[in-house]
């Protein structure tokens, strides 16, 4: 028998910004405002990467002190400046990959801040993560990218 499984899911992630479109847009394509709130806030050198172009690549890995290895890469596929951007990534704990998941993100004008939808289809393996856990961690990433845009002096 094997233990080997697969688990789909996908879930949609909306938050509000006071702030102009192309100022969340440049949070996730900026490579040194992203590190800012990608991730923990320390992070080793080498530990982080962002290529931000369509075929470019993101690399994240977090290394904790008493427990696994977590490794984050993913492949920019679509780019609309502004809008909208696509990407595929794979998550690892140590050597097994758990997931592998297509995220969009899309940006539009709310008023005079903006609305970003995040949608993410992906595939949980060998119950090494779950659906539950994946949207939790995305909603905290969220919430720290929402404080990091409050505190860059942005405006709307």
């Known amino acids: 028998m094997s233990d080997r499984s697969t688990t789909h899911s996908t879930f949609v992630i909306e938050r509000t910004y006071e702030v102009s479109p192309d100022r969340v847009f440049e949070a996730w394509s900026d490579p040194a405002a992203k590190a800012r709130w990608f991730g ?3 992070k080793p050198e080498g530990a982080y990467s962002l290529d931000f172009q369509i075929g470019g690549r993101e690399h994240l890995s977090i290394e904790q002190t008493t427990g696994p290895t977590y490794t984050f ?3 920019y596929q679509d780019i609309v400046p502004g809008q909208r951007i696509v990407y595929t990534y794979d998550m690892h704990r140590d ?4 997931s592998v998941s297509v995220a969009t993100v899309e940006i539009e004008k709310l008023g005079a801040g903006t609305r970003l939808t995040l949608t993410e289809q ?3 393996l060998d119950g090494l993560d779950t659906p539950a856990e994946r949207e ?3 909603n905290a990433l969220m919430d720290t990218l929402g404080t990091h845009l409050q505190g860059s002096g942005a405006s709307a």
């Open 40 to 42: 923990p806030p320390q």
């Open 73 to 75: 890469d993913a492949v």
């Open 95 to 98: 050597e097994a990959r758990i």
């Open 122 to 124: 992906g595939v949980f």
């Open 136 to 138: 939790h961690g995305t």
